[in-house]
T-cell receptor, first 110, second 115 residues
Framework: GENVEQHPSTLSVQEGDSAVIKCTYS??????FPWYKQELGKRPQLIID?????GEKKDQRIAVTLNKTAKHFSLHITETQPEDSAVYFC?????????FGTGTRLTVIP | DAGVIQSPRHEVTEMGQEVTLRCKPI?????LFWYRQTMMRGLELLIY????????DSGMPEDRFSAKMPNASFSTLKIQPSEPRDSAVYFC?????????????FGPGTRLTVT
């Protein structure tokens, strides 16, 4: 089955700096790669996703890149703000469901 | 739509008791997923259904766990008997028809504490 690895497990940045979270996956058939944000005590919520026919996607301060050859994808957050502090999960499609990474706890220091 | 609804939001029970968690998916979604989240193990998929039929239950930890989906608008996850190591947040999620591997909408979760 699919195996998704996510790094780093924790990340601290100064407000205004950029943050990058990286994931790798094992199943070359995977074709959908979402990123979820989970604030403390809340549910995971989709913030951005990318499909295998696209290499990069941006939404304001958030961007995701995908390298299908290398089987890795990354989340980039620019101009970080304190409200970006949360746990971020990457995921990749398996046969019929999502396989999640282990999460990255991002702390933005004011 | 109210989104995915879960009940109860918090459950505290004693070891050995039966626990039943409930989920109502978003209307029209035909995939339903149960997850367990702990600090140690992260977000684990327990089981998922398509059109009320269990498709993959390989994530269910042991026979003490069971899940049902009697109709398109209701699912339960039961633990009997419960143990302290079952303490976790349990999420239910649903996704649109034919899009099991696409966006999943999570419920607010049930925080279970077994003492």
């Amino acid at each position: 089955g699919e195996n998704v690895e996510q790094h780093p497990s924790t990340l601290s940045v100064q407000e205004g700096d950029s943050a990058v979270i990286k994931c790798t996956y094992s199943d070359s058939a995977s074709n959908y790669f979402p990123w979820y944000k989970q604030e403390l005590g809340k549910r995971p919520q989709l913030i951005i996703d990318i499909r295998s026919n696209v290499g990069e996607k941006k939404d304001q301060r958030i961007a995701v890149t995908l390298n299908k050859t290398a089987k890795h994808f990354s989340l980039h957050i620019t101009e970080t703000q304190p409200e970006d502090s949360a746990v971020y999960f990457c995921a990749a499609t398996g046969a019929n469901n999502l396989f999640f990474g282990t999460g990255t706890r991002l702390t933005v220091i004011p | 739509d109210a989104g995915v609804i879960q009940s109860p939001r918090h459950e505290v029970t004693e070891m050995g008791q039966e626990v039943t968690l409930r989920c109502k998916p978003i209307s029209g979604h035909d995939y339903l997923f149960w997850y367990r989240q702990t600090m140690m193990r992260g977000l684990e998929l327990l089981i998922y259904f398509n059109n009320n039929v269990p498709i993959d239950d390989s994530g269910m930890p042991e026979d003490r766990f069971s899940a049902k989906m009697p109709n398109a608008s209701f699912s339960t996850l039961k633990i009997q008997p419960s143990e302290p190591r079952d303490s976790a947040v349990y999420f239910c999620a649903s996704s649109e028809p034919g899009l099991a591997g696409y966006e999943q909408y999570f419920g607010p979760g049930t925080r279970l504490t077994v003492t």
